[in-house]
């Protein structure tokens, strides 16, 4: 039996949206507490938005806006 996909209604498709790398507080929700990218089964993204996020995420941290890891203590 195939197994059913979710439907995934983000808040960035329907709207047109996009991620900023310059929005860096949305960009916090998208990344664990050790400073991981979360994966599309936890965030509910879609592929397209998924990869936009990674990459603006990526952009933030070169550019010293958000950090590459968090210590844990």
């Given at each position: 039996m195939?197994?059913?996909g979710r439907n995934r209604?983000?808040?960035y498709c329907p709207d047109g949206r996009c991620f900023?790398?310059?929005d860096v507080?949305?960009?916090k929700?998208?990344?664990s507490e050790t400073g991981?990218?979360?994966?599309?089964?936890?965030?509910?993204?879609?592929?397209r938005c998924q990869?936009?996020?990674?990459r603006e995420i990526k952009r933030a941290r070169h550019l010293a806006m958000l950090p590459f890891v968090v210590a844990v203590d």
């Open positions: 195939r197994k059913r209604n983000t808040q900023d790398y310059k507080e949305t960009l929700r998208y990344i991981k990218i979360k994966p599309r089964r936890q965030t509910g993204n879609c592929a990869r936009e996020l990674a």
